[in-house]
T-cell receptor, first 116, second 116 residues
């Protein structure tokens, strides 16, 4: 079975400081990994994904994430946070052996609050 | 990527009533997905709506409670029937982002339902 854990309900960071939003996963095979962001009163927006290749993935709005197979993690990072980054962030995973979006599993979300 | 319009954006409903949520996509898509986002919980796939065939429901969701229509390749509806307070959630429509890359979903802004 696939699962995703986002251990922090909320992350607080001051503007200009680096931010990390944690995600660990569990799949039987190799994973496809995703980060989505949800701004207030809006749907989820795709940020970045890891499919294969370079473990460091760069995405939208200056975000990046590092795939760490040994630690089964895919933490989201940004070198310098902006107040506008404040939103709800979701990590998602799918086993590569499973075809179709039906097998995409989301975490419970982490709320990021960036203070001025 | 596709642009999705959902309505209503929010509604307050009485126990025992039903509400239909509409999802319009600006391009033709084969599959449309309906998700539920309960407060403090992850996104859960309700069903996959295919044009020309019955929707495929995930475990824990049944057609009598969540009937879905898919009359053409750009439109779908989800009805939440005989609502109870436990149905208070955000309901999200999504599609394969297509040109944005495989395995990526595009989401509508969601319909926030509150059942009294």
């Amino acid at each position: 079975a696939q699962s995703v854990a986002q251990p922090e309900d909320q992350v607080n960071v001051a503007e200009g400081n680096p931010l990390t939003v944690k995600c660990t996963y569990s799949v039987s095979g190799n994973p496809y990994l995703f980060w989505y962001v949800q701004y207030p009163n809006r749907g989820l927006q795709f940020l970045l994904k890891y499919i294969t290749g370079d473990n460091l993935v760069k995405g939208s709005y200056g975000f990046e994430a590092e795939f760490n197979k040994s630690q089964t993690s895919f933490h989201l990072k940004k070198p310098s946070a902006l107040v506008s980054d404040s939103a709800l962030y979701f990590c998602a995973v799918r086993d590569r052996r499973n075809t179709g979006f039906q097998k995409l599993v989301f975490g419970t979300g982490t709320r990021l609050l960036v203070s001025p | 990527s596709a642009v999705i319009s959902q309505k209503p954006s929010r509604d307050i409903c009485q126990r025992g009533t039903s509400l239909t949520i509409q999802c319009q996509v600006d391009s033709q898509v084969t599959m449309m997905f309906w998700y539920r986002q309960q407060p403090g919980q992850s996104l859960t796939l309700i069903a996959t709506a295919n044009q020309g065939s019955e929707a495929t429901y995930e475990s824990g969701f049944v057609i009598d409670k969540f009937p879905i229509s898919r009359p053409n390749l750009t439109f779908s509806t989800l009805t939440v029937s005989n609502m109870s307070p436990e149905d208070s959630s955000i309901y999200l429509c999504s599609v394969d982002a297509g040109s944005s890359g495989a395995n990526v979903l595009t989401f509508g802004a969601g319909s926030r339902l509150t059942v009294l």
